[in-house]
């Protein structure tokens, strides 16, 4: 990967992190612990993010403005907690992205298309293993899914009273990442059954 390259792909990442914990911080103050907790129970399945990459962006939202933070003593020899604040500027920042509609599609990378694309030459039967070692993760990912129920997120619907219109728009992703298995391992099943002929 070229440095230009890298530096595109890290910009990227940053562009839609910095968004998810601006999110994530309009319902209320949070530590970097908690949004982390927080992402890997929802975002995480579609916008995966490293713990050392949350804590980078916080610093950087917290330069540019967007967020600031305060230490909170814990006492009882507990670790200090810092938590993030959304400020203004990062409110009108987080409206204006969230208002600004998508107008091209995603272009989606899928590294099993790749090589199914140039398996001819391949043993169709080590193929087939590796369909079927994928559909057994898939129809993992499909069971975590369908039994995710929208209470992972329940303190954030207490904590902020018009959380109900929200946990709607969660309802949605966790149908969206449902389908996709779904359609995902139906194509599998058609692809097995189809190389198996061979």
Same mark, same amino acid.
Request: hydrophobic share 40%; charged share 25%.
């Given at each position: 990967?070229?440095?230009?390259?890298?530096?595109?792909?890290?910009?990227?990442?940053?562009?839609?992190?910095?968004?998810?914990?601006?999110?994530?911080?309009?319902?209320?103050?949070?530590?970097?612990?908690?949004?982390?907790?927080?992402?890997?129970?929802?975002?995480?399945?579609?916008?995966?993010?490293?713990?050392?990459?949350?804590?980078?962006?916080?610093?950087?939202?917290?330069? =540019?403005?967007?967020?600031?933070?305060?230490?909170?003593?814990?006492?009882?020899?507990?670790?200090?907690?810092?938590?993030?604040?959304?400020?203004? =500027?990062?409110?009108?920042?987080?409206?204006?992205?969230?208002?600004?509609?998508?107008?091209?599609?995603?272009?989606?990378?899928?590294?099993?298309?790749?090589?199914?694309?140039?398996?001819?030459?391949?043993?169709?039967?080590?193929?087939?293993?590796?369909?079927?070692?994928?559909?057994?993760?898939?129809?993992?990912?499909?069971?975590?899914?369908?039994?995710?129920?929208?209470?992972?997120?329940?303190?954030?619907?207490?904590?902020?009273?018009?959380?109900?219109?929200?946990?709607?728009?969660?309802?949605?992703?966790?149908?969206?990442?449902?389908?996709? =298995?779904?359609?995902?391992?139906?194509?599998?099943?058609?692809?097995?059954?189809?190389?198996?002929?061979?």
């Amino acid at each position: 990967m070229s440095l230009l390259t890298y530096q595109h792909f890290c910009l990227i990442l940053y562009f839609m992190l910095k968004y998810i914990l601006l999110g994530f911080l309009n319902y209320g103050e949070l530590s970097g612990y908690d949004l982390k907790s927080l992402m890997e129970e929802s975002t995480s399945h579609f916008w995966h993010a490293y713990h050392s990459q949350i804590y980078t962006t916080l610093r950087k939202l917290e330069d =540019e403005g967007l967020v600031i933070s305060e230490e909170i003593e814990a006492g009882d020899a507990k670790l200090n907690r810092r938590v993030y604040t959304l400020t203004d =500027e990062g409110r009108s920042a987080l409206r204006e992205w969230i208002g600004e509609p998508m107008r091209e599609m995603v272009q989606v990378k899928e590294d099993l298309l790749v090589r199914v694309f140039f398996s001819g030459s391949r043993d169709p039967q080590a193929t087939v293993d590796e369909l079927r070692a994928q559909r057994r993760l898939h129809q993992q990912q499909l069971d975590l899914y369908n039994n995710l129920a929208s209470g992972h997120l329940n303190p954030l619907v207490e904590r902020t009273p018009d959380m109900a219109r929200e946990a709607v728009y969660w309802q949605r992703t966790l149908d969206f990442g449902r389908r996709y =298995e779904q359609m995902y391992i139906g194509w599998l099943d058609d692809s097995i059954a189809e190389i198996e002929r061979l």
